[in-house]
């Protein structure tokens, strides 16, 4: 994965300390440009990590401490066919099992998936777009995963603790 000073990068701080990504838009342009948008718009801030799978990822950037769901735009294409690996430290958009159905929800890899990445243009490989890779704070990413986990129904694998995400900040 090529990364580079020139890229832009997101910083999401959060409850539990601060996580820097590298966003990668030549690979996914219209991603980075969909995340960078709600970032810059606020949306994030006050958003929590609401699934939390040890071994997996930690997702967040959708729902309230209330866990309510924030209102998004429309859902994007998916540029999982970009060549990105679902590798530890990746982020990557959540979605539906519509391939096409991403708004604002992204999660961090915690682990290798590759049961994640694009494999062919059908609902069940299609994959999820990666589009960015954690430059500091991955020790950030691997506390919040290890952090006791509950179900606040209908939401399984809820942190006991609420994680908040306070600022999402590109630069």
Not at 56 to 76: N, R, S, Y
Not at 104 to 113: A, E, K, L, R, Y
Not at 125 to 147: P, R, T
């Amino acid at each position: 994965m090529n990364c580079s000073k020139k890229n832009p990068q997101a910083v999401i701080e959060t409850s539990h300390g601060t996580i820097v990504i590298e966003l990668l838009p030549e690979a996914a342009p219209l991603t980075v440009q969909n995340f960078i948008q709600y970032a810059q718009s606020g949306f994030y801030e006050g958003t929590i990590f609401h699934r939390v799978i040890k071994g997996f990822v930690i997702q967040g950037g959708g729902l309230t401490a209330d866990m309510v769901e924030k209102e998004t735009g429309d859902p994007i294409p998916n540029e999982a066919e970009n060549g990105l690996q679902n590798l530890r430290g990746t982020i990557a958009m959540a979605r539906t099992p519509d391939p096409h159905s991403a708004t604002s929800q992204f999660f961090i890899n915690t682990v290798d998936n590759a049961r994640l990445n694009h494999g062919s243009k059908t609902p069940r490989g299609w994959g999820y777009c990666v589009f960015g890779k954690v430059m500091e704070g991955m020790e950030i990413v691997d506390l919040i995963e290890n952090l006791p986990t509950t179900t606040k129904d209908p939401y399984r694998d809820v942190p006991a603790s609420t994680i908040t995400v306070t600022k999402v900040t590109i630069r």
